[in-house]
């Protein structure tokens, strides 16, 4: 057996010199993350597409079928396209860490493990952001074409509370998928359940909300899509909010909870 | 330097780690050393705070790797080569290891030239990448911040002849310079050729660590010599005469004694000698003795 | 260099080997579904909600004083399942791609379109496993809410039961041929929602809003040609509706994706 002298000072690592990794960097490192593969990619882009093709096509049938819209109408039907895909890249931001085994590297570079969970959670509000960016500028766009192509004047019908409440709308889904994802890490899982949240659970629970009565009062407080129904139209009142705020905490803030704190402990293989 | 410092790692009721402490020097390249599962990635991953320990602790220059700041340019990394997402291209993977580290760009040219991959090939996906350029990409992502500890897993997996032997050089350079290397292997050649220091693993517990000698000096079967001469026969029968133990093997003899004793003897009868060195026996039974009852294959 | 042509003693001797019988492969397809921890999940989780959802609606319907048939159950838990069907008909291709596990299943048996035959069978296999679990739970809830409610009705026809099978049945083929058609996870389950969940009320828009989409409509619409099957009630144009949307939305994606993966460098 070999002595193991007791390590001197001179054996430290000397620190002084090194600045802890800026969360600015983080985040920044994590956006390059979300366009660097093809699949990433190809994601935003198809979301960028299909929202041009949304509106495309609704342009064509309005003027085609001479129908009255207004700015408003091509903003929220953007809204087809971006809540469908938005959540699915909340999703795949934290899944494909795990996914692709990338969490080793990532948690061994920086292994404040909650700094990257935020930093990846900002990427994906800056993401909902961009993506309602551009949903203005093609509704824009669009309202601008209608007017001069239908017989109809554009109506240039936007408030600040539709566009706060859009935005709102986006970075939602974008956090519920991220939410789902923290808290199953697997992203067949996180997609159908959140594809079952967004499609099939609002029907199921109007459901069961016409044929119990005790079910129709308690779903409001439970049902977080309907809870945001009044934020597309900007009619948001005290109640809706508290609506809004209790079953948020339900859908977005607990599972995230859970998620995080798993993530936290977990052993990255 | 690192210090492991009574470590212990169980799954459920299995250990994977049983109560393991050691010191990896600056200055030294420590090799370590176990049968496949012994329990040497599961250490390394508690090293860099991938697992969590069930019980003792591991220190690199003295501190906890969590508290590390920006930890990449202090500690170079290597667990899972392949453990790298298959679409992103190799330039794309030190890209991004370059700017969480806060790294130029050059510093990516310069370690894919330090590794000997082309740029055309630092521009293919990491799922068209071999198994020996995959090493050498996570090799050059280790070394990016240019760190003053290496902690590589079974490094060597893949690799050409001439990429184990570059790899070799590059680890002794880095030690040489002061730094810390840690390295795994389930190969004693491997270790054996580029290792100061070993540490032997077997289920979970260090069975033996020192320099070679130390353990070849402990090691049983040590003392042996090859030994082939122009005429084997008049050297058999001299060194019997001095009472060694000698057989024949292969093109020449095996004497139980070192082999200055039958330097000795060779020029003390003027016998030619065409071959003469210790028999590298003992550190492979060392091996296979101290890890046999957690070898998977019976050892005759 | 001497290099002798192999004479017959050098070729390999084939005599004695069968090729693989094509129900080991799908035995071997069935097993690959359960023996992961996400496919074991999959399976517990889609008998899980038959059993929830048949076992809700018998509550519902008893504190709720309503009447309900056999065929009623069966259809609550089909709805649940025709959910989650086209997901395991995705994840048992995609799984092989996501995992890489094709390399070896490619390796051990070059015939590729004998392995995707063996897990569309494997696919249907646990269609009908389900479909069977649906009729036996339904069966004590029905009998339960006989002993609870009165008398228990047990109107289900052949035609409703046949209707059941084959509506199962095309939903997990559809997650099957869209799986085949872009063997990747994340897009197969996002297009496989929008179709079943968006599309039908696009199409439905598009229809009342313009008269040459409303004829076209019901050629392409596979979900609403599906209809008519529950009661067996189909006629000559619905037959035809049936087959063109079916090839639309089956037999298209499956062809482009067998022919991708037989041309497909597997990495
Ligand atoms: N998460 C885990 N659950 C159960 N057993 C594990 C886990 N991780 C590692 N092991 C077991 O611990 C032992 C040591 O593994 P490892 O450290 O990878 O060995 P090696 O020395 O070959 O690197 C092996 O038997 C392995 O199967
Ligand atoms: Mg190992």
């Keep these: ?269 | 330097m690192i210090q492991v410092e009574g470590l212990t790692r169980k799954y459920g009721t299995f250990t994977a780690v049983d109560n393991v402490s050691f010191v990896c020097q600056p200055g030294r390249v420590t090799g370590f050393l176990g049968p496949n599962g012994a329990g040497k990635t599961t250490t390394m991953r508690v090293m860099v705070g991938l697992t969590p320990p069930t019980s003792g602790r591991v220190t690199i220059g003295g501190h906890l790797y969590q508290d590390i700041p920006n930890p990449g340019r202090h500690v170079g990394v290597l667990l899972d080569a392949s453990a790298q997402h298959a679409g992103r291209t190799g330039r794309e993977i030190l890209e991004l290891g370059a700017r969480t580290m806060g790294l130029s760009s050059s510093r990516i040219d310069e370690m894919l030239d330090l590794v000997s991959l082309s740029r055309a090939e630092s521009k293919r996906r990491l799922r068209n990448y071999s198994l020996g350029m995959k090493q050498r990409l996570g090799i050059a992502h280790a070394l990016l911040g240019d760190p003053s500890v290496l902690i590589l897993d079974e490094p060597a997996n893949g690799l050409d002849p001439a990429g184990i032997r570059w790899m070799r050089g590059l680890l002794k350079g880095y030690a040489e310079r002061g730094g810390t290397v840690l390295l795994s292997s389930h190969l004693l050649h491997e270790v054996e050729i580029i290792a100061d220091e070993m540490i032997l693993i077997g289920h979970g517990r260090i069975v033996a660590q020192g320099d070679k000698k130390s353990l070849l000096a402990g090691a049983a079967g040590s003392g042996s010599t090859f030994v082939t001469a122009l005429d084997n026969r008049q050297l058999s029968d001299a060194l019997a005469a001095k009472g060694f133990v000698v057989a024949s093997a292969g093109d020449g003899l095996r004497v139980e004694t070192e082999p200055v004793e039958v330097g000795r003897t060779a020029a003390e009868h003027s016998i030619v000698l065409t071959d003469l060195r210790a028999a590298d026996g003992g550190l492979e039974d060392l091996f296979l003795e101290l890890t046999s009852d957690t070898q998977r294959e019976v050892v005759a | 260099m001497s290099t002798t042509a192999p004479g017959l003693g050098h070729a390999l001797d084939l005599s004695s080997t069968q090729p693989t019988p094509f129900l080991r492969l799908v035995r071997v397809e069935l097993r690959k579904s359960y023996d992961t921890r996400a496919g074991f999940w999959l399976l517990a989780v889609i008998g899980f909600l038959v059993l929830l959802t048949e076992g809700i609606v018998l509550a519902v319907v008893v504190t709720q004083d309503q009447a309900m048939t056999y065929g009623d159950f069966v259809a609550a838990a089909a709805f649940v399942t025709s959910i989650l069907l086209p997901v395991l008909g995705i994840m048992l291709v995609t799984a092989e791609w996501g995992q890489r596990t094709a390399m070896v299943t490619f390796a051990l048996e070059p015939r590729r379109p004998l392995v995707f035959l063996a897990k569309a069978t494997v696919g249907i296999i646990l269609t009908f496993a389900t479909i069977a679990m649906a009729l036996v739970v339904g069966l004590v809830c029905n009998l339960l809410y006989g002993a609870l409610q009165g008398p228990a009705d047990w109107e289900f026809g052949w035609a409703g039961f046949f209707g059941f099978l084959i509506t199962q049945t095309f939903a997990m083929l559809g997650g099957f041929a869209l799986a085949t058609l872009f063997l990747n996870t994340a897009a197969a389950i996002v297009v496989f929602f929008v179709y079943r969940w968006v599309l039908p009320g696009l199409i439905a828009l598009g229809a009342a809003l313009m008269d040459w989409f409303g004829t076209l409509a019901p050629w392409i619409d596979f979900q609403s040609a599906q209809g008519p099957l529950y009661d067996m009630s189909l006629d000559g144009g619905e037959w035809g509706h049936l087959i063109v949307s079916g090839f639309i939305w089956l037999v298209l994606p499956l062809a482009i994706g067998i022919w991708r993966v037989l041309r497909a460098e597997v990495k």
Aim: net charge negative; proline share 4%.
């Design chain 1, 1 to 269: 057996m070999s002595a193991t002298a007791a390590p001197g000072l001179g054996h430290a690592l000397d620190l002084s010199s090194t600045s802890p990794t800026p969360f600015s960097r983080l985040v920044r490192v994590e956006l390059r993350k979300t366009w660097d593969t093809r699949a990433g990619l190809w994601l935003l882009i198809s979301t960028a597409v299909l929202t041009a093709a949304v509106m495309v096509i609704q342009l064509s049938v309005v003027v085609a079928q001479d129908l009255d819209v207004s700015y408003n109408d091509f903003l929220t039907s953007t809204n087809f396209s971006m809540a469908l895909l938005l959540p699915v890249l909340g999703i795949l931001l934290l899944t494909s860490e795990w996914s692709q085994r990338t969490a080793m590297v990532t948690f061994s570079l920086e292994p404040r493990r909650p700094l990257i969970i935020a930093a990846k959670f900002l990427v994906g509000i800056g993401l909902a952001v961009a993506a309602v960016v551009i949903a203005l500028v093609l509704a824009t766009i669009c309202n601008a074409l209608y007017g001069l192509l239908s017989g109809h004047e554009a109506v240039w019908d936007l408030g600040l509370g539709n566009v706060g409440g859009f935005v709102l709308l986006q970075v939602i889904g974008m956090l519920t998928g991220f939410a789902f994802a923290a808290l199953l890490l697997n992203s067949p899982a996180a997609i159908v359940l959140y594809m079952v949240y967004s499609f099939v659970l609002p029907g199921l629970f109007g459901l069961g909300a016409a044929l119990i009565g005790w079910f129709d009062t308690i779903r409001p407080w439970i049902d977080f899509n309907y809870a945001q129904g009044p934020l597309v139209d900007a009619t948001m009142t005290g109640e809706d909010w508290v609506h809004f705020a209790v079953s948020g905490f339900i859908w977005l803030v607990v599972p995230l909870a859970i998620g995080v704190a798993r993530v936290l402990r977990a052993e990255v293989k």
